[in-house]
């Protein structure tokens, strides 16, 4: 008796002294993270989803002991889409609350407005959505890094799919800027080496509509009239939405011609669409929850269903996975120093849901997988699934260091 009260006293001694332990190990300064994405107006669903997934990275790693023993604390600036406001977050996020490293960047025609300024900050950025090849290409920095698919990766498995369609005559819909642009710039690029012969649509029967367009009825009846073979659209967010509603009461998906939607798998599309998003349609995205069974994969989709009863988006994964990654690369360092942490980044490989991806110390963007599939209902699920999915290995899919063009 006297020895089982004395083994249950040593016990609780040794949980006390690890609750002590754990605690003081988390009692340092803090681990500043500033996320910056869309918090607000009609984009502001991605910044909503990536705000959930930093959220799950940091519980979880503040639950098992910090990044060398030191608390995540997390501070998020709304960007609104626009260049000033988000390079002035930035600049709060660096000078004000002394953040260790930067992570977000919803819009392309924002990254490369705010990339350039980063170093000068001289702190890691960690982009995890906008997809404009020129921040790890003609704008890089040593500062600048990407863990998600870039557009040039992401459209040329768009070109890989269309190669093995009937369709020899193609045209496009994307927003009026640098996405848009370039998107159509790489699908012509890449589906001419793919498949030599193909014709493009001149600009005056290809479409443009402005960031802030809400009615595409004119920009869908153009493209319809021209009587293409196969459509290339690379829309996003709201403006895709509002272009599928819209485009399915006027027939556009009636089967007329090939639908490509470089961007379409995104989750907040087929959340806010649900059985409205039409079956058949080829969608891209830069992670997919049903992609792989991988043990980390299965515990970042059923955790994340769990906490927010929604499945993850690219962008919550974006977040999750950046979270991660700068955990991994302060471990590499065995420090948060930036200089030594951004020297970390540079050839990094880690184990993410979406699967492994390796940073190139060259340009600082991932080689990471691409998804893409055909929409398809199923019961099991509230949204449209990729049925057929395909996966595409980021090694076939990523553009040589030279083609990316970073000095």
Not at 12 to 24: D, M, N, Q
Not at 268 to 281: F, I, R, T
Not at 300 to 315: A, D, I, L, T
Not at 368 to 380: E, N, S, V
Request: proline share 5%; charged share 20%.
């Amino acid at each position: 008796m006297e020895r089982s009260k004395k083994n249950v006293g040593m016990a609780l001694i040794f949980s006390l002294g690890v609750f002590i332990f754990s605690s003081a190990s988390l009692a340092g300064p803090p681990v500043k993270l500033g996320f910056v994405y869309i918090m607000s107006g009609p984009f502001g669903m991605y910044g909503l989803f990536a705000k959930h997934g930093a959220e799950m990275a940091i519980d979880e790693i503040n639950q098992s002991g910090g990044i060398l023993g030191q608390k995540i604390e997390a501070v998020f600036e709304d960007s609104a889409g626009n260049p000033d406001i988000a390079i002035q977050g930035i600049r709060k996020l660096v000078f004000q609350e002394k953040a260790d490293c930067l992570i977000g960047l919803d819009s392309s025609g924002v990254a490369k407005s705010v990339v350039p300024s980063i170093a000068q900050m001289k702190t890691p950025l960690i982009i995890t959505h906008a997809a404009t090849p020129d921040v790890t290409g003609s704008l890089c920095n040593k500062y600048t890094f990407r863990i998600s698919l870039n557009l040039s990766q992401n459209v040329k498995t768009a070109a890989m799919i269309a190669s093995h369609t009937r369709a020899k005559i193609w045209s496009t819909v994307g927003p009026d800027y640098a996405f848009g642009h370039q998107s159509w710039e790489y699908f012509q690029k890449y589906l001419m080496e793919q498949k030599p012969g193909m014709t493009f649509f001149p600009k005056d029967k290809i479409a443009f509509p402005p960031f802030k367009t809400t009615d595409f009825s004119s920009y869908i009846a153009k493209v319809m009239q021209s009587k293409p073979q196969g459509v290339f659209i690379s829309l996003w967010g709201v403006n895709l939405v509002n272009f599928i509603r819209q485009g399915k009461e006027m027939g556009f998906f009636n089967g007329d011609f090939e639908v490509l939607i470089s961007l379409g798998g995104a989750t907040e599309v087929l959340y806010a669409l649900k059985e409205k998003m039409p079956e058949g349609l080829w969608v891209g995205t830069r992670y997919w929850f049903l992609a792989n069974d991988s043990a980390i994969n299965k515990k970042f989709r059923e955790g994340y269903f769990r906490r927010f009863n929604q499945y993850p988006s690219y962008n919550a994964h974006g977040a999750y996975g950046a979270v991660r990654t700068y955990k991994a690369a302060v471990e590499k360092a065995e420090t948060m120093d930036k200089e030594a942490v951004v020297k970390a980044m540079e050839g990094l490989s880690i184990e993410l849901p979406v699967g492994r991806i390796t940073i190139r110390p060259e340009d600082h963007q991932a080689v990471t997988d691409a998804c893409w599939g055909k929409t398809a209902a199923d019961p099991d699920y509230p949204i449209r699934i990729l049925k057929p999915a395909r996966v595409f290995r980021g090694k076939k899919i990523t553009p040589s260091v030279e083609e990316a063009g970073c000095k």
